[in-house]
């Protein structure tokens, strides 16, 4: 299959209505998008990936019109998440409307939904005129794209069309939030924080034990990113053994910068979040075998930061 590269979204939203499957740019990641109204065009974001059937993927709306279209009920957390945080990087977990098929939400009987803030992926999805399913547009497993240059890496000859934006600005994926129990529950960190969250509704909650997010939440049981590089979580700087075949990457300086094969030095941990994919790849591309990273404090970007160390360093 060949590969389109656009800028036009009225190009690429053409084959959303054809039923085909397009990458798309957002605030946090690259999407990979389909019709999600349409089960034959979803199956084919997993096809592309190679996902696993029984991860969710998160529905994206232009406006207030398409998430009636995919949200059954819209319960009043929800709406106060709406009114502060849409459009933007987080996703809301609302009953399924029976337009949506199963095969969207994994079988679950709730769908992820999100208002991209992005002006060229707003364009796209008015252009499109349907929701649009989207995980990140990486082979499951790997890195999420933060650039095209790494969605065409990963995807190319699988995907009819790329459609071409700049690097994304948060890096790391949106802040997933339960609003279907009594009170709102954060599935997964990301790049609105839980200080925000709480600024507005108190009462929110991290989703406590694994069980908990496993049963609520089933996609964050694969691995997050398979390095074939190995990722060592340090605190300090020293602990980083100085090798060509070793990276670095944190907020301070390594002894020996020079003595690593790359090195990233991130101003904040917003720096750091938005660099930590690419970093990723560009290490994968060096053939280097351990990626040292430096620990952050858990709070604001910090505690999704340091849920995709974890992962990162888990595989
Ligand atoms: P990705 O876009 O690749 O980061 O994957 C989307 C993630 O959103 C999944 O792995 C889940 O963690 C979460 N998600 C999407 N829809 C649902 C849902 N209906 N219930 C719970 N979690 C969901
Ligand atoms: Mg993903």
Redesign the pocket.
Known sequence: METLLTTEPEEAAAFIRRGEVVAFPTETVYGLGADALREDAVRRIFEAKERPAD????VHVADRAMLRQVAASVPPMAETLIAHFFPGPL?L?LPRAPAVPAVV?GG?P???VRMPRHPVAQAFLAACGVPVAA??ANRSGRPSPTTWEAVYADLAGRIPCILRGDRTEVGL?ST?V?CTGPVPVV??AGAVSLERLRAVLPQTRLAGDTAEVLA??P??RYRHYAPRARVRLIDAPEEAMPAEDAAYIGLVPPPEPRAFGLVRVCADADAYAHALFDFFRRCEAAGLGTIYCQRVAPEGIGLALMDRLHRASRA
Do not use: A
């Open positions: 991860n969710p993927l998160i996703t977990i939400s679950l709730t769908v992820g995980p990140s994926e997933v339960d599935l997964r609520r939440s996609g964050t």
